[in-house]
């Protein structure tokens, strides 16, 4: 994906991977709701547990088959911070786009927030998605003709808010990542570090439950990347519950807590670098580069930014 998609995160489910929709233009104009709410029903009390994975495992059917994820469990409390770490083709993004209700599991049950996401219909899981998951991504996803603040404006588009408040909200949001300077420019006109503020402020538009985050820091310098983690840890210690995929042993030492994930399979812990003699797992597996196709944009000598204050995330 490169920077002139004209492209949103959209409420899609897609095909197992995780696909950006251009958005219908006029569509930020709109004042009308969108999508109805459909998730009225209360969920199920749990009220410390936000992902629970029971026997989860995801087949693409292929022809061949790959088994992409064998049956996992796992559980994570809400305001935990997890990195999921992963040599390449693990299946971390099979992971992260199960865990984003962006794709369907081939087995085993996916409880999200009380809800049992496996039996739930698309449009349910689709408005479940956009109420409490916020995504971002190494290659930030913005659209290179829109704002800062339309960008995350659009975000709303499907949540039915009006368009003043729509403007409003990304407004504050902009703030709160530190860009409240910059609401009018292009993102061609932004750093990378910028750039990717920009995605989160998009991210935190809905007020999500999760954050789930595909190496957010991949295409920044360090110092760049540190004033972004600098920032997600900020919204942790707000009470944000984060999952982060990232194969940078600093970046996951940074969370409270790793999972490994290998040959699909998830154990507690970061053993992304232990030696492996126990299953045959290839330990010269590359770790995950950056996709040829994205761009890179390392952004020399960019300061870290402040990070404001950042108003507790609603739980709902
Ligand atoms: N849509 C798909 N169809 C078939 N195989 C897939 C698909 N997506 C991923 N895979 C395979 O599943 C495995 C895990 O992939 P992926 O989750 O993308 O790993 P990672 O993100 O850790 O690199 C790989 O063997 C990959 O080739
Ligand atoms: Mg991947």
């Known amino acids: 994906m490169t920077e002139d998609d004209a492209t949103v995160i959209l409420p899609a489910v897609s095909d197992g991977a995780l696909h950006d929709r251009p958005l219908k233009d006029g569509a930020l104009d709109d004042d009308t709701a969108v999508f109805a709410r459909v998730v009225d029903a209360e969920p199920a009390p749990a009220a410390h547990t936000l992902i629970e994975l029971d026997g989860v495992g995801m ?12 049956p996992v469990q796992l559980h994570v409390e809400n305001g935990e911070y997890v990195a999921i770490v992963g040599p390449s083709g693990s299946g971390k993004s099979t992971l992260l786009n199960l865990l984003g209700l962006l794709d369907v599991p081939t087995a085993g049950t996916y409880w999200f927030d009380g809800y049992d996401t496996s039996k739930m219909k698309e449009s349910k899981r689709t408005q479940l998605r956009a109420d409490k998951i916020g995504f971002i991504f190494q290659s930030f996803h913005l659209m290179a003709h829109r704002t800062a603040t339309e960008n995350v404006a659009m975000s709303l588009v499907y949540q039915g808010i009006p368009r003043r408040k729509r403007r409003q909200i990304a407004r504050e949001k902009l703030d709160l990542v530190g ?9 061609t006109t932004l750093s990378g570090g910028e750039r990717q503020r920009v995605a989160i402020a998009r991210a935190l538009a809905a007020e999500p439950s999760l954050l789930l985050c595909d190496e957010p820091t991949g295409n920044l310098d360090s110092k760049t990347a540190d004033a972004i983690l600098a920032t997600l840890d900020e919204l942790h210690g707000q009470g944000l519950t984060i999952l982060m995929i ?10 409270g807590r790793a999972v490994t994930i290998r040959d699909g399979q998830l154990r507690e812990g970061n053993h992304l670098h232990d030696d492996h003699h126990d299953g045959g797992s290839d330990d010269r597996v590359p770790t995950d580069r950056p996709d040829p196709g994205t761009l890179i944009m390392p952004v020399a000598g960019e300061a870290p930014t402040a990070v404001q204050p950042a108003a507790a995330p609603r739980r709902n």
């Open 59 to 70: 087949t693409y059917a292929g022809p061949p088959p790959v088994e992409a994820l064998k």
């Open 179 to 187: 860009l409240s300077h910059r609401l009018d420019a292009l993102p």
């Open 246 to 255: 990232t194969h940078d042993h600093d970046v996951a030492e940074r969370a």
